[in-house]
T-cell receptor, first 112, second 110 residues
Framework: DAGITQSPRHKVTETGTPVTLRCHQT?????MYWYRQDPGHGLRLIHY???????DKGEVSDGYSVSRSKTEDFLLTLESATSSQTSVYFC???????????FGPGTRLLVL | DAKTTQPTSMDCAEGRAANLPCNHS???????VYWYRQIHSQGPQYIIH???NNETNEMASLIITEDRKSSTLILPHATLRDTAVYYC???????????FGTGTRLTVIP
């Protein structure tokens, strides 16, 4: 399995609070991705990064921001969490865009 | 990315081969066929991918028809731990996104 960890694995928070999820990799892969998974929608890309400080938006980026200050860490921030952001969040990594994406174990977020 | 069609669910007896079909009739020449699976409450796990030729690795075999409009994932000797949702994904070279559909829920029966 690819060396990907996500923290926290579970989080409960209240509407309006900021939340940061962390993805950490030990593979030195250039690309990192954040997806969310919801029933009936499959996985949807939120943001991705193609290098330190280089990020771009995905399909469902509204309400989310990301940062990548080191190759190994990719942070996803919900500036002001809403109930619609209750979801399971998965991080993925790949060597480059043409290569296979490998996924982390996920973070379950509940926004009350 | 081309859309895929998979059966909603399938059963397979433990120890037998599981053959999971996928239809991707609108696939383009530069699009690969990827298979992932997701065991309950875990992250998606990469299984195999291919472009034109059949592929085999330690987990599975991928058979792609000559016209590339469909493919079959074969788990040669299914075990209870293979119970999962299997996703067939068509992805263009250089695409940043993976479009996971609803997949096939495979249940391996003792």
């Amino acid at each position: 399995d690819a060396g990907i960890t996500q923290s926290p694995r579970h989080k409960v928070t209240e509407t309006g609070t900021p939340v940061t999820l962390r993805c950490h990799q030990t593979e030195n892969h250039r690309y990192m991705y954040w997806y969310r998974q919801d029933p009936g929608h499959g996985l949807r890309l939120i943001h991705y990064s193609y290098g330190v400080k280089d990020t771009d938006k995905g399909e469902v980026s509204d309400g989310y921001s990301v940062s990548r200050s080191k190759t190994e860490d990719f942070l996803l921030t919900l500036e002001s969490a809403t109930s619609s952001q209750t979801s399971v969040y998965f991080c993925a990594i790949s060597v480059d865009l043409r290569e296979t994406q490998y996924f982390g174990p996920g973070t379950r977020l509940l926004v009350l | 990315d081309a859309k895929t069609t998979q059966p909603t669910s399938m059963d397979c007896a433990e120890g037998r081969a599981a053959n999971l079909p996928c239809n991707h009739s609108t696939i383009s020449g530069n699009e690969y066929v990827y298979w992932y699976r997701q065991i309950h409450s875990q992250g998606p796990q990469y299984i195999i991918h291919g472009l034109k030729n059949n592929e085999t690795n330690e987990m599975a075999s991928l058979i792609i028809t000559e016209d590339r409009k469909s493919s079959t994932l074969i788990l040669p000797h299914a075990t209870l731990r293979d119970t999962a949702v299997y996703y067939c994904i068509v992805r263009a070279t250089g695409a940043n996104n993976l479009f996971f559909g609803t997949g096939t829920r495979l249940t391996v029966i003792p």
